[in-house]
């Protein structure tokens, strides 16, 4: 099995390729979805699925790393996921207060908008090995979401909220077989994914779940809805939708080599990145705050593509990979004392 993870799989790319897509689409759209309702079934639809089948792909990924010794696995999640953490991170706070003006502290333990992913994929890849030495780790990671909503204590400290509730996503893809994906491919299952996808938006508005706030998993229950005994079925009622509509994207997703399928290998770059066109945009004209018709939001859709195509570019990921390396030096030790002050500011506490 290592040999087959190891080698490129054309699938496996097409699939982050458009899943990144799916990502900056649903960023440029997010200003528009409280002014039409049919965006912002859309919207919703695409943010049911695009994270949550993004970490099983993640997920699956991750069966090598497990292998390697605590060591080893500090080392590659440092490389992999750390040190860009630290660096976006900063660069996203000084692009916060310098070019859009926003008054905003900046806290490393606190990750600025997009850079969740980062830490809880730190998360993820440190404490898996642990975890799956228990019994019905993902019943019990799914307990553990639907409980932790309770609380606000499970926030945006270490993205903490996010952890949780997105962790049996990459627990189903860590235990995901190859041959599973390749059952989705049948036709029957690719009919049933398009219908449900297209019956999403009158789901999730026939179980009240039109609040974003479901499908981003960062917020307490008692931001979402009233606080009952009953308020964890929400909850377990988007898992559903979630997991059947990541399902369905990955039953939809071609096996054989794209046009774009090379790209999906950079799709890091474009998480990084795009954030910063988007929110300059954003905040410079009122593009993205205009009411829209189709035809706009066939534009949009094509800006999203070209945007996933720059950032997919050879040349783009050269100069993200060196950026990398010119400011790992840095930012490693930005972070350890910033870490240090922090940890010390809350043991006060």
């Given amino acids: 099995m290592s040999k087959q993870i190891l080698k490129r799989d054309f699938y496996f790319d097409n699939a982050k390729f458009i899943l990144i897509l799916f990502v900056v689409f649903g960023h440029l759209i997010e200003p528009l979805i409280n002014q039409d309702s049919l965006l912002k079934g859309i919207y919703l639809t695409v943010y049911s699925f695009h994270m ?47 070019t859009l003006g926003q008054d905003l502290n900046i806290n490393v333990l606190i990750p600025i908008w997009l850079m969740w992913f980062l830490m809880s994929s730190t998360l993820w890849q440190m404490v898996t090995p642990y975890v799956i030495k228990l019994r019905y780790p993902i019943l019990l990671t799914t307990v553990l979401a639907l409980i932790s909503g309770y609380t606000y204590h499970v926030g945006y400290f270490m993205s903490l909220s996010r952890t949780i509730i997105f962790f049996p996503f990459f627990l189903i893809g860590f235990y995901a077989k190859r041959e599973w994906f390749n059952k989705l491919k049948h036709p029957a299952v690719q009919l049933v994914s398009i219908l449900f996808l297209c019956l999403t938006p009158l789901l999730i508005h026939k179980f009240n779940l039109d609040n974003p706030g479901w499908f981003y998993g960062s917020y ?130």
Wanted: proline fraction near 3%.
């Fill in 220 to 349: 307490a229950y008692l931001s979402l809805a009233i606080v009952n005994q009953w308020t964890w079925a929400y909850r377990l009622a988007v898992y559903l939708i979630s997991f059947l509509n990541s399902l369905g994207i990955l039953a939809l997703i071609p096996q054989f080599k794209m046009p774009f399928t090379k790209k999906g290998s950079r799709t890091m770059s474009v998480y990084l990145l795009h954030g910063f066109i988007i929110k300059y945009v954003a905040f410079r004209s009122t593009l993205l705050y205009q009411e829209k018709g189709i035809g706009e939001i066939f534009i949009l859709s094509g800006f999203a593509v070209l945007i996933t195509l720059v950032f997919t570019s050879e040349i783009l990921y050269e100069i993200a990979a060196h950026v990398n390396t010119l400011l790992k030096p840095v930012l490693q030790k930005a972070y350890s004392n910033s870490l240090n002050k922090n940890l010390n500011k809350n043991m006060k506490i």
């Fill in 52 to 98: 949550p089948a993004f970490i099983i792909i993640s997920g699956y990924f991750y069966k090598r790393t497990a292998k390697l010794s605590s060591y080893q696995r500090l080392l590659k999640v440092l490389k992999q996921f750390i040190i860009p953490y630290l660096i976006f991170d900063i660069l996203y706070w000084v692009f916060y207060v310098v």
